[in-house]
């Protein structure tokens, strides 16, 4: 299964940054983290909530120039709970 992240823009209510994950195109999930990285966690389509693990810099790589992208956890990771 190969996944896309974008990041929706501003933060939440939280003051956190959110992000659209998708399978193909169709949403799986939203994932966040706090504007440090400390905490992130994962907010399935079907309701599922879960703290992620590891720290964000481990779960999604690139930004600045560069496209955002999950990391090979990541992928790992939602293959795992979407199966």
Known sequence: MRYRI?????RDASGNYTFRIYSNDRLVARYWHD???DE???DFVNGK?????GQAASFITGGGPQPLVLSEQAASYLDRELA
Not at 6 to 10: I, P, R, V, W, Y
Not at 49 to 53: D, H, N
């Open 40 to 42: 992130h966690g994962i």
């Open 35 to 37: 504007y440090r990285g």
């Open 49 to 53: 909530k879960q703290a992620c693990p």
């Open 6 to 10: 974008e990041q929706e823009s501003g």
